[in-house]
């Protein structure tokens, strides 16, 4: 099994952990803002990276090299985490993935600058049809955008970035120090914007599941995407988290009453034919070069 494939597998579990946190995010948001979501996520969430580093020996490689780079990192994916979080309060989550699936095309587009990679044109090539396909899906016109579009749009702009820089720190960073910067930094932000009007809401009893949920199915999300991040360049391993239009669709469906019509199925296939067929000749160069 080559890197490509094997990053593929690891997208798999970062899919079904973001599907998850979507659909715990729309229940909080019953009482608690976006900072309070994410604030007590990522509280949470120190208490499981310390604790499952503390078990498995690997406290030691958590170190104040990079902090630059973590913190940019951070501001990144802390924005679009929580524009994300407003967005799929307010528009469908169909829209909101299609919105968010613009992310891999600006990872396409930006990891040249931020990683060096070099641009390929099949890559270009899967972005474009990938990009009809989201356009297919979300149908925007200028009396339809809404400020929940441009929140979900302004996310994907945010974990592109996100996800570059995460890359450029798995070339020298061991995921158990990212990890661990993921959620003091963000607890340490999600302080800041919470308590700025003095106002910070304690989660009820039947609040507290969804909030571990939301915490766990973020770690597990972004360890598997960084482990992915680790094996294939960005520009491959973004596209595959396209899989979750479908997905996500279908949650919708079934839990929300939110309709899948013709479009959807349409601009879906479109998706995976682009997601596909960069998977494709990515692994193809990299056999030609073995």
Sequence with gaps: MNDTFKAALWM???????????????AVS?????????????????????????????????????????????????????????????IPLAQVFAL????????????????????????????????????????????????????????????ALSALFTRKLTRTEPITCILFYLTVMQAAFGIIFAGFDGDIALPTAAMVPWIVLIACAGLVAHFCLTTALGLAPAAVVMPIDFVRLPLIALVGALLYNEAI??????????IFGGNYLNIISDSRSRLAKK
């Design 30 to 90: 019953l009482e608690l803002d976006t900072f309070e979501i994410m604030m007590y996520r990522s509280l949470v969430g120190i208490v499981i990276v310390v604790g499952v580093a503390s078990l498995s020996g690997t406290l030691t490689h958590i170190h104040r090299r990079n902090l630059g780079l973590h913190f940019v990192r951070n501001i990144s994916h802390f924005a679009g985490q929580n524009l994300w979080f407003y967005a799929i309060t307010v």
């Design 100 to 159: 968010e699936f613009t992310s891999p095309i600006w990872a396409i587009l930006l990891s040249p600058l931020i990683l060096g990679e070099r641009l390929r044109r099949i890559g270009l090539v899967a972005a474009a049809i990938g990009f009809v396909g989201i356009l297919i899906v979300a149908r925007p016109t200028p009396d339809s955008v809404s400020f929940g579009q441009l929140a979900a749009l302004l996310a994907a702009i945010g974990f």
């Design 261 to 270: 019509d013709i479009f959807v199925v349409i601009g879906a296939v479109l």
């Design 12 to 26: 798999t579990g970062a899919i079904a952990s973001f599907t998850s946190m979507a659909i715990a995010g729309r």
